[in-house]
T-cell receptor, first 116, second 111 residues
Framework: DTEVTQTPKHLVMGMTNKKSLKCEQH?????MYWYKQKAKKPPELMFV???????INESVPSRFSPECPNSSLLNLHLHALQPEDSALYLC???????????????FGPGTRLTVL | GQNIDQPTEMTATEGAIVQINCTYQ??????LFWYQQHAGEAPTFLSY????GLEEKGRFSSFLSRSKGYSYLLLKELQMKDSASYLC????????????FGDGTTLTVKP
């Protein structure tokens, strides 16, 4: 299995809703990432988990709450979002976070989020 | 911090060769990645360079010069399906796991 899966593919939510994005990989990767991508812009790093521990939080607002239940799963809990949070949310994984010849990140297809 | 520059757009002809350049300034370097992203899809990992020199993978090659803060992605025998955005990303050694992406180069391949 060489892919990263994400659910749902599309999500529309109101500003008072609570929802969760899910990401799964079975490649034995120990690093997992959440990115936010706006149209015609590069992915913007939000969080990094390394060995199931949060290693990087890029000053993301608390209305985004990540969770890593185990080495294969990564969730992003959403609460009280704003319309400007509408974007493509990408999950990625890599073997690790250090320097190595094969440590490119493998991206999931993303969840397209619209906040009304 | 990181500062990464790539051309915004490039156009090339099917069957030709195109070189996409990336220059970077970083406080600590721990590898450079190239990704391909088709419109509406997720990025796909293409190549990784951490030492100076050329890495070849089929029609795609990537070059790195750490002393110059410079990399390029070389695409040979261009196909229409190569039309996509190409993202250069630099990983630093001060914040493990963090790669900063350039704004991407949109390549259009014409018949």
């Amino acid at each position: 299995d060489t892919e990263v899966t994400q659910t749902p593919k599309h999500l529309v939510m109101g500003m008072t809703n609570k929802k969760s994005l899910k990401c799964e990989q079975h490649m034995g990767h120990r690093a997992m990432y959440w990115y936010k991508q706006k149209a015609k812009k590069p992915p913007e790093l939000m969080f990094v988990y390394s060995y199931e521990k949060l290693s990087i939080n890029e000053s993301v607002p608390s209305r985004f709450s990540p969770e890593c239940p185990n080495s294969s799963l990564l969730n992003l809990h959403l609460h009280a979002l704003q319309p400007e949070d509408s974007a493509l949310y990408l999950c990625a994984s890599s073997l690790g976070t250090g320097g190595s010849s094969n440590e490119g990140q493998f991206f999931g297809p993303g969840t397209r989020l619209t906040v009304l | 911090g990181q500062n990464i520059d790539q051309p915004t757009e490039m156009t090339a002809t099917e069957g030709a060769i195109v070189q996409i350049n990336c220059t970077y300034q970083t406080s600590g370097f721990n590898g450079l990645f190239w990704y391909q992203q088709h419109a509406g899809e997720a990025p796909t990992f293409l190549s990784y360079n951490v030492l100076d020199g050329l890495e070849e993978k089929g029609r795609f090659s990537s070059f790195l010069s750490r002393s110059k803060g410079y990399s390029y992605l070389l695409l040979k025998e261009l196909q229409m399906k190569d039309s996509a955005s190409y993202l250069c990303a630099v990983r630093d050694n001060t914040n493990a796991g963090k790669s900063t992406f350039g704004d991407g180069t949109t390549l259009t391949v014409k018949p």
